[in-house]
């Protein structure tokens, strides 16, 4: 792997997930100077996983200074909310299904829909209602339904225009 062009390495990256992105960065020194610590791979980075936020920077000129820094922080942030989300919707759960089980699955999905576009909060919201959707009664999705339409009506993900 160390051995392909700096090009090809960091074009392979761009394809990896946040989670497989850092064990690629791990692999090995060369690979991880000339893709991990390279803000050009960063800002590309950013503009394919988070459009609208690098649109958001570029379009009021600001300077992304460590876009490394920004591209963590805005995953950071996503799989916080994600996590939050879950973790209010498992309390009306079977005790018999673990957290962990359905956060992963969760978090799968997420990383589907990540790879392919921006993902907003309401995506978010509908791919975890998906989820719960098959570990609860039907009572307990109306619920739900009710408390992911009150957090999406509080808190939006992205409010750039």
């Known amino acids: 792997m160390q051995d392909l062009p700096k090009d090809l390495q960091r074009k392979l ?22 893709v991990c610590e390279s803000q050009d791979f960063w ?9 609208k936020l690098f649109f958001y920077y570029q379009k009021n000129k600001i300077v992304l200074i460590n876009p490394k820094n920004t591209y ?7 799989s916080r ?3 939050e989300v879950s973790k209010k919707l498992y309390k009306n759960v079977d005790k018999d299904i673990t957290y962990d089980k359905i956060y992963n699955e969760i978090y799968v999905i997420y990383e589907k829909v990540l790879k392919k576009q921006d993902i907003s909060y309401e995506k978010i919201m509908l ?6 959707s098959t570990y609860l009664t039907e ?4 619920l739900i339904n009710k408390l992911i ?7 939006k993900l992205y409010d750039y225009k």
């Open 139 to 142: 009572t307990d999705l109306h």
């Open 149 to 155: 339409i009150d957090l999406i009506n509080k808190d």
């Open 72 to 78: 963590i922080r805005k995953f950071t942030e996503v």
């Open 43 to 51: 800002r590309q980075k950013l503009s394919i996983d988070y459009p």
């Open 81 to 83: 909310k994600i996590e």
């Open 13 to 34: 990256a761009l394809e990896l997930s946040a989670p497989d992105l850092i064990n690629f960065c791990l692999l090995n020194k060369t690979i991880n100077k000339n």
């Open 127 to 132: 791919l975890i209602y998906n989820v719960f």
